[in-house]
């Protein structure tokens, strides 16, 4: 039986709707994934019927047309919007079909789809108004399966998390080698995006460490794909933003795992030479093998909030240490190692810390298990969702900063437009464009080094004042205006624009393969709508 009649069959209830309500139909008029015509009828029971043929789809999951509310937060926690109904896939087949089936709907009809992993998006990026949300937890071809041969992988669900994915591996001593700083996020999700943290100077962000995929088209088509296979589609879709495909499964590069981790931070005083010697860990061969850092503000009472986790090198100096009033730069680094050999490490750490020029006596230190270090944030949200702060606003802002352009941006941002962080980290470190694949979707600057910085604040959703969400809204319209009109060269990561001439502006020469691409794999515009990158029905262009 062929594709067209099959789809004929399975949605012979929307063919006789459509005939008794078509009007000024032409042969222009059809939909790209179907034989059917695209007109949908616009009666008061029209959500009615589309939940009925919704329900008509032979599936292993269901549709749930009641408990949704959950689907319409995140946590940015900024944009609700409540989806006609949330799908719990069992099997790839349940998605492909429902995709299938809203394609044969055609342009006229309002359904989308967006697929929601753990919820962690930022301004309702996985949200789909009035549309399918697919709950991607609910897979139950999940199981994961760790090859241990000559190039080691872990082949898992799209919505598997991080932090499965370390537990299964750890098990086979292995564990995957790119991260993001908190783990309890879906493999999917960060795929779409980039998936960045403290070793992606030498490892290149989570996309550039994927084998594998298989994703579900917005037409509905099941496909593999790799470097070698499908590769338009392969590259397409790693930092693709959702708008290509639903990646159902992904192969991930492994690497042997330690077992232990030392922790290190130490202070700085002049960005300069923060920057310097960040750039110079990452440039080296033999160094660390995380490298972060981040930005402190007129903190006051810094020392004492370390000391829980770690212990100065010299507790009588760093005891005197004030911070109060002061712009002080963090390089936190880690260097992982299994128990035997903490000899050496420590003898290869001296070495590397004396080549830096830190503040004396802002040496501080701790030793934790792989797990306990990669798992880190799980805790703070464990203490925040204690005091009720977890589930507040986010207004994140993340950036991409050239090189060329970090001292002008440090000196305007955190000298003139913030006056502390009390709200939340704000982090800056460097990586080498080297380690990411211009052939994937993400869009970076074009240097050899450039900077991740990340405004993390918690809005408190009654405060009028600094720790209020407008106020953090205006400081973070702020940074960007100034972004634009010093021209920095800057891009945003985890991108959000409003209009389509910001998104062209964004991509650049990539916006045409961009176009391109949705047009290939996602002609009606059915997926991530809530990226706001193509609305349905409109031509892409």
Request: charged residues 20%; proline residues 5%.
């Amino acid at each position: 039986m062929s594709s067209c009649n099959l789809l004929r069959q399975n949605t012979i209830m929307v063919f006789r709707f459509f005939m008794l309500f078509l009007i000024n139909f032409s042969g222009r008029n059809i939909d790209h994934c179907s034989c059917l015509p695209t007109t949908m009828p616009t009666l008061p029971n029209l959500s009615t019927y589309i939940e009925s043929s919704l329900n008509s789809l032979n599936l292993a999951g269901h549709f749930d047309f009641n408990d949704i509310h959950h689907a319409a937060s995140d946590f940015g926690n900024r944009f609700h919007f409540l989806p006609a109904g949330v799908l719990h896939p069992k099997t790839v087949s349940d998605i492909s079909s429902t995709i299938k089936h809203v394609c044969s709907l055609g342009p006229t009809s309002e359904l989308t789809v967006a697929a929601r992993g753990h919820g962690h998006s930022l301004r309702g990026q996985a949200q789909a108004p009035g549309g399918i949300v697919i709950n991607m937890d609910s897979l139950e071809e999940s199981k994961m399966h760790i090859h241990t041969g000559e190039i080691p992988y872990a082949d898992v669900s799209g919505g598997t998390l991080w932090i499965n994915v370390l537990h299964e591996a750890l098990k086979n001593g292995f564990a995957p080698k790119s991260w993001t700083d908190y783990l309890h996020l879906s493999v999917g999700g960060t795929l779409s995006n980039a998936g960045i943290s403290g070793q992606a100077f030498r490892h290149g962000p989570q996309i550039n460490n994927v084998y594998q995929l298989e994703v579900v088209t917005g037409k509905g088509d099941v496909v593999i794909c790799s470097e070698r296979q499908n590769a338009d589609l392969f590259y397409g879709v790693l930092g693709g933003l959702g708008q290509f495909g639903i990646i159902t499964r992904a192969r991930i590069s492994l690497e042997p795992a330690p077992k232990m981790v030392k922790w290190i931070r130490v202070l700085y005083s002049d960005f300069y030479s923060f920057t310097e010697d960040q750039e110079h860990l990452i440039s080296s061969e033999n160094t660390f093998d995380y490298i972060e850092g981040f930005v402190i503000i007129n903190r006051t009472g810094l020392i004492n909030n370390w000391r829980s986790s770690f212990k100065p090198t010299d507790p009588v100096q760093v005891s005197q240490f004030i911070s109060d009033g002061r712009t002080l730069y963090c390089l936190e680094m880690a260097k992982y190692f299994n128990p035997e050999d903490a000899s050496i490490m420590n003898k290869k750490t001296d070495i590397l810390l004396s080549k830096l020029n830190y503040i004396q006596h802002t040496v501080f230190l701790s030793e934790v298990s792989y797990v306990e270090f990669l798992d880190r944030v799980h805790l703070s949200e464990v203490k925040l969702r204690e005091k009720g702060l977890w589930d507040v606003p986010h207004p994140w802002l993340n950036l991409l900063v050239p090189r060329s352009s970090i001292y002008d941006f440090a000196e305007e941002v955190f000298s003139n437009i913030l006056n502390d962080n009390s709200n939340g980290p704000i982090l800056i470190y460097p990586v080498n464009q080297s380690r990411w694949n211009d052939k994937t979707s993400i869009v970076m600057p074009e240097e050899d080094v450039f900077y991740l910085v990340a405004f993390l604040p918690s809005a408190l959703p009654a405060s009028t004042g600094p720790d209020g969400l407008e106020h953090i809204l205006t400081q973070n319209e702020r940074v960007l205006n100034f972004c634009q009109q010093a021209h920095l060269g800057v891009k945003q990561y985890l991108p959000h624009y409003g209009t389509r001439k910001e998104w062209q502006a964004h991509f650049g020469r990539k916006w045409e393969i961009f176009a391109r691409r949705k047009l290939t794999y996602d002609p009606l515009a059915i997926l991530a709508p809530g990226q706001k990158i193509f609305q349905k029905a409109n031509t892409i262009s």
